[in-house]
């Protein structure tokens, strides 16, 4: 079984920044995917960043140039740099990653953290 855990969400005022951190672990051969995903309450849950297992990287348009995802795959943990952050922002942030659980198979499993709050004030 894997086990995912995210931090670093807390209160921050409108231009400031926060770093979260999700690290899985368990029974992991290799992470492919490591997205990070918020959700606001009454919206829909969002992909604000990907990075595949090549450090291929994929924003949300609305945080493109703000935000910054990054990866240490010795430390199975994916990082979600955030910047110049806006009341927007609010929202439980998510990370889910894909896993592949042997060498056996290139299937891989999804997993998801139980989420961080990330409160930004004007």
């Known amino acids: 079984q894997v086990h995912v855990v995210e931090s670093g969400g807390g209160l921050v005022q409108a231009g400031g920044s926060l770093r979260l951190s999700c690290v899985a672990s368990?029974?992991?051969?290799?992470?492919?995917?490591m997205d990070w995903y918020r959700q606001a309450p009454g919206k829909q849950r969002e992909l604000v960043a990907r990075?595949?297992?090549?450090?291929?990287?994929v924003y949300a348009d609305s945080v493109k140039g703000r935000f910054t995802v990054s990866r240490d795959d010795a430390k199975n943990t994916v990082y979600l740099q955030m910047n110049n952050l806006k009341p927007e922002d609010t929202a439980v942030y998510l990370c889910?990653?894909?896993?592949?659980?042997?060498?056996?198979?290139?299937?891989?499993?999804?997993?998801w953290g139980q989420g961080t709050q990330v409160t930004v004030s004007s």
């Open positions: 990075i595949n297992s090549g450090d291929r990287t």
């Open positions: 368990g029974t992991i051969f290799r992470i492919n995917t």
């Open positions: 889910n990653v894909a896993v592949r659980l042997s060498s056996v198979t290139l299937l891989s499993n999804d997993y």
